[in-house]
Each structure stands twice: as structure tokens, then as C-alpha cells.
């Protein structure tokens, strides 16, 4: 198993290892076959650079930084210094090169993060699968670890930056979530993706995909990276309790949640209930029945295609032949939404967030799996639309309840050695983003046994 960041920064803190080896062997990785579709775009100059300088100020006694100079992975949706965001597209390839770095950028360079290169994603982040066919499908290098003979899915839409760390290409992974784009192909490929409080984290300098509920967070290997990446990307610092399990009560909910599960993730995630009632959780099953009534709510496409088209209308009118025809299909399904029928949804939104939570109240987080099937082979999803939209609705579902919620989750792996990869899903509402990060912490610990030797 790969170590984590906080494992490496140790060792690289005792002298056992520096940056720049660190850096050659990301670079390796990165270029390696595996990794063939996960980059749109390498640094290998400026990534080596920043280790380097990391390396030169341990060495004359100063403190490492927080990241390091370890190798990050960035997501084409966000602004670099000199570089196009294209956001996974070619109808942007002519663009503009930033200006500037995006807030989140720049507070990852600030943190000594070496930002290796652009990873491929949905086009416009707006899948929950990862295809892309502009620039191919990095196919999920956790799944072919169990299943070598079929490549599947890795997840959307941050497909190449789970890659990136699935393959020890990158440390960490910055990635945004809109419906479950971190969560998802965390899920998929046995990572670690948190979900902070949309507000925490600034979005400028990023393409939106969707301003009401994009979220800008990282994938990491480790729960505790997870913090360390959230302290950098949001300015703040967690104060996570780490209580022991016996103080924590959890409830699942049995309303939707749990449907369609596919038998490796109704093992794996009654196996960890198990494990964390005998630890000592309160796990308790509940009827949440609010969860039934995000179908009507989103009848009409939801956030996502209306604010997007009020981004795309204009490229769409010059460029709609370059798009993935499943991307301008959904996109312009926001050009039929009336601005009464937006203001209707947004008001649905807020009473149903009120009534969420005073159903949710008196537990510390709720807990799903992530997502109710492992991950898909990839050929059926290039082949045809309709087992494309069944697959990219289902693995939505889930993780999408926390983004109407304004909440926050994390997804942690809990499938044991010889299984394809299952994610736990540890969420609450809005600014609980100390609880789940502590409660996850602990969750990971008490899996430790089970998940030794799974990839």
C-alpha cells in the first residue's frame, strides 16, 4: 500500500527521503502507461523546481512546509499562472492562458505543494462516470488491481485526479463536487474524498459547472490528509475531537440510500456496520423519508444544467459541434428552465434543507455507501447512452443528497483485501465539517484490520 503525505513528510523530516527522490518517482508514475490518460498536461520542470527548493530549505535548517514540495495533481477546471483551463474540453483549447493562479491554487503553492500537472476529467465536470472522449479514459488502476483483464470506470469527474493518486503519481488531488466529483471516483478507486461546506473553500478561478452547489476540495490517500489538505485549501484549522466510537452515534438511513446496492457493497458496508458496533457505535437504521423528495424537487434537471447553460449559452452558440454530445445534451436542458422555475427550485431547496436537518438531529453523522455498485466496465459506457445515464444517475444519487444539502461528507474506504473498491459515506449538514473529519478518523481506524492488504 502507498503511504500517505503526512507519512512521507515524516520521513522526509528524519532525513530517510527527500523531495527531489519523491519527485522522480511521481514523475515515473505519471508518464508511466497506466497513467497514459490521466494528465492533460505535465510540469515536470516547475514540479522538480519546488521540490527541489523544499529540499533546499530542510537542508539549511528551516522547516519543511506543509506540503513539503510533494507532488499535487490539479484538476483542468482550475486557473494556473500561464497555463489554459480548458476543463477537460477542446472548445477551450484556444483560450486565454490564466493570469493568475485561482485562490485554491495559489494556497496550495503557498503550502509547498508541487504542483506536477492539468488531470483529465468529464468534460465540464458534468459526470459522474469520468469518460472523456476528447482526451480518453484513464481507466481505474484500484479496480485492475483485483480485475486486470477489464478496464472499468474511474469515476467522475475528477477521473484523472484519483488516477493521479490511485497510482502514486500525486500525493493529493485538487478536484471540485458538485454532485459527488470527488466522493465518486474516491469511491471507485479505494481513496479518501471529503466534501467540505461548499462555503469554506473559494470557488473563483474555477469553470462552473454548477454556483449553487460547486464545492473545491482535494483526494487524498489518508483521512488525515484530508485534514491537512482542507486546513491549506480553506485557511482554517480543524478541531477534530477523535472520539472514541463508543461516544458517537451514527444512523443510516433505509430511504433510498440503500437501494440497488450491488452484492460486493452490501457486503462490504454491512460488514463495516458490524465492525463499528462492535467497537461501540450507536448505528441505527431510520426512515428519512425527505430523501424521496429530491425527484420532485430536481424534476426539472436541478441546479446544475440552468447555471451551467447560463456559463455555456454563449460558447455554445460558436463551438456546440467540439462539446460531448452527452454534456451539450444535459447543458441545454438548462435553457428550459424559466427564471420563475428557478427561483421555485431555490426555495424548495432551503425548506427541504430545514426539514433535513431537524430529521437528522441527535446523531453525530449519517452513513451510506457512497455509491450502491463498484465500479463499471468502461466499454458498455462509451458504447451506448443508455447505459451511460443509468450508470452516471446511480452513482449521482448518493452523493449528490449532500450537495442539495449544503452539507459535507467524506468518503473513506471499506471493502477488505480481494474486493473491488467500496466507499463509506460519512456526512452531516453544513459547517459540520470537524465532526465528520473526526468521526471519519475514527471510522478508519476501527477498518484498519479489515482493510490490511486491500488496494
Not at 472523456?132 to 470506470?153: E, I, K, S, W, Y
Not at 441545454?332 to 427564471?339: F, I, K
Amino acid at each position: 500500500m502507498i503511504p500517505d503525505l503526512i507519512a512521507t513528510r515524516e520521513r522526509m523530516q528524519r532525513g530517510d527521503t527527500r523531495a527531489a527522490l519523491e519527485m522522480t518517482a511521481s514523475l515515473a508514475k505519471a508518464r508511466s502507461e497506466t497513467n497514459r490518460a490521466t494528465y492533460t498536461s505535465l510540469n515536470a520542470d516547475i514540479a522538480s523546481e519546488a521540490a527541489a527548493h523544499a529540499d533546499a530549505a530542510h537542508a539549511a535548517g528551516g522547516p519543511l512546509p506543509l506540503l513539503a514540495g510533494l507532488a499535487v495533481s490539479i484538476k483542468d477546471l482550475f486557473d494556473v499562472a500561464g497555463e489554459v483551463t480548458a476543463a477537460g474540453s477542446t472548445a477551450l483549447a484556444k483560450r486565454p492562458a490564466a493570469l493568475q493562479d485561482c485562490p485554491a491554487v495559489a494556497r496550495l503553492r503557498a503550502a509547498g505543494a508541487a504542483l506536477l500537472g492539468r488531470t483529465n476529467m468529464s468534460e465540464f465536470a458534468f459526470s459522474g462516470v469520468g469518460i472523456n472522449p476528447h482526451h480518453g479514459t484513464p481507466a481505474n488502476p484500484a479496480a485492475a488491481l483485483v480485475d486486470p483483464t477489464t478496464p472499468r470506470a474511474p469515476g467522475g469527474s475528477t477521473s484523472g485526479g484519483a488516477t493521479s493518486v490511485a497510482t502514486g503519481a500525486a500525493w493529493a488531488a485538487l478536484g471540485s463536487d458538485t454532485g459527488g466529483s470527488i466522493r465518486i471516483p474516491a469511491a471507485l478507486q479505494g481513496l479518501v474524498g471529503f466534501k467540505n461546506t461548499a462555503r469554506l473553500t473559494p470557488t473563483a478561478g474555477a469553470i462552473p459547472l454548477s454556483t449553487t452547489l460547486d464545492t473545491v476540495c482535494a483526494i487524498t490517500r489518508s483521512v488525515r490528509d484530508a485534514v491537512l489538505l482542507h486546513e491549506v485549501l480553506a485557511q482554517r484549522v480543524v478541531r477534530v475531537a477523535e472520539p472514541p466510537l463508543n461516544h458517537l452515534r451514527f444512523a443510516v438511513p433505509r430511504t433510498l440510500m440503500l437501494d440497488g446496492l450491488d452484492a460486493t457493497v452490501t457486503s462490504a458496508f454491512a460488514r463495516t456496520l458490524a465492525t463499528l458496533r462492535k467497537s461501540g457505535a450507536q448505528v441505527e437504521e431510520i426512515d428519512l423519508p425527505q430523501l424521496a423528495d429530491l425527484a420532485r424537487i430536481n424534476a426539472g434537471g436541478g441546479f446544475a444544467p440552468v447555471e451551467a447553460w447560463a456559463w455555456h449559452r454563449a460558447l455554445m452558440a460558436d463551438c456546440e459541434a467540439q462539446y460531448d454530445p452527452r454534456v451539450a445534451l444535459r447543458i441545454r436542458r438548462g435553457a428550459q428552465m424559466s427564471g420563475a422555475d428557478y427561483i421555485d427550485l431555490l426555495q424548495a431547496r432551503q425548506a427541504w434543507i430545514a426539514q433535513m436537518l431537524g430529521a437528522m438531529r441527535g446523531v453525530d453523522a449519517m452513513l451510506s455507501p457512497t455509491v450502491p455498485f463498484v465500479a463499471p466496465v468502461i466499454a458498455p459506457l462509451v458504447a451506448g447512452d443508455d447505459a451511460f445515464f443509468a450508470a452516471n444517475g446511480a452513482l449521482l444519487r448518493n452523493p449528490s443528497v449532500v450537495n442539495v444539502l449544503d452539507g459535507c461528507a467524506l468518503s473513506l474506504p471499506c471493502h477488505a483485501a480481494g474486493e473491488l473498491p467500496v466507499g463509506l459515506m460519512v456526512w452531516s449538514g453544513a459547517l459540520c465539517d470537524d465532526v465528520v473529519l473526526g468521526a471519519s478518523l475514527a471510522i478508519e481506524a476501527a477498518l484498519a484490520p479489515t482493510r490490511a492488504g486491500a488496494a
